[in-house]
């Protein structure tokens, strides 16, 4: 069992950056692809990046490559998002997620309950 908590969101404006994490407790953190997704009011979840069990490989969704950067510290058990020229269209709940597959095919099996980030233009 994997218990992950984000923490980092909040109301930023257009240009601006911030930080996620994600803390996992439990077992094995190492072992798991993470993942983070979001979901904005009214649609459906949708992917933003992934990273390999080590950190070695990611793979970002075409709306947030070359602005969003996810890394990963398994000595701490944490996952980042750092998100740069955030949009007002990256407004959505921010969560994280523990995983198999592969990066590119990631199932998840562990969910964080999320972390809002608001944008204004």
């Known amino acids: 069992q994997v218990q992950l908590v984000e923490s980092g969101g909040g109301l930023v404006q257009a240009g601006d950056s911030l930080r996620l994490s994600c803390a996992a407790s439990?077992?094995?953190?190492?072992?798991?692809?993470m993942g983070w997704f979001r979901q904005a009011p009214g649609k459906e979840r949708e992917f933003v990046a992934t990273i390999s069990t080590n950190g070695g490989s990611t793979y970002y969704a075409d709306s947030v490559k070359g602005r969003f950067t996810i890394s990963r510290d398994n000595a701490k058990n944490t996952v980042y998002l750092q998100m740069n020229n955030l949009k007002p269209e990256d407004t959505a709940v921010y969560s994280c997620?523990?995983?198999?597959?592969?990066?590119?095919?990631?199932?998840?099996?562990?969910w964080g309950q999320g972390t809002q980030v608001t944008v204004s233009s």
């Open positions: 439990g077992r094995a953190f190492s072992s798991y692809h």
């Open positions: 997620a523990a995983g198999g597959g592969t990066i590119y095919s990631f199932s998840s099996f562990y």
